[in-house]
């Protein structure tokens, strides 16, 4: 599985930033996906999880009610659409991809993006 992400970059704190992430795979279906952050300094954090027919969803607690993730099964893509953007929102994200039901911590994720950086200023 390759995941190739898009969409990353410079934007002032409010603003708006969309990710998305291709994955070849011809079974996109049958993994669950997540999107990461890394922070310098801090620990690879899950940051929004969608189930494999994107029924379901979770989100950290410190992005809930800013961010939306959501997947196309029939173009193999997943996206993370970040509103109301913060200064503390600033780090690497990753796209990720687990066989796994739900995966929560970064060892259950075999597959990751590239991971472009998203920086929000003040």
């Known amino acids: 599985v390759q995941l190739v992400e898009s969409g990353g970059g410079l934007v002032q704190a409010g603003g708006s930033l969309r990710l998305s992430c291709a994955a070849s795979?011809?079974?996109?279906?049958?993994?669950?996906m997540g999107w990461f952050r890394q922070a310098p300094g801090k620990e690879r954090e899950l940051v929004a999880i969608?189930?494999?027919?994107?029924?379901?969803?979770s989100y950290a607690d410190s992005v809930k009610g800013r961010f939306t993730i959501s997947r196309d099964n029939a173009k193999n893509t997943v996206t993370l659409q970040m509103n109301s953007l913060k200064p503390e929102d600033t780090a690497v994200y990753y796209c990720?991809?687990?066989?796994?039901?739900?995966?929560?911590?970064?060892?259950?994720?075999?597959?990751w993006g590239q991971g472009p950086q998203v920086t929000v200023s003040s």
């Open positions: 990720a991809a687990s066989d796994l039901i739900w995966p929560l911590s970064t060892r259950n994720y075999a597959y």
């Open positions: 795979v011809h079974t996109f279906n049958t993994y669950t």
């Open positions: 969608i189930s494999r027919s994107g029924g379901s969803t």
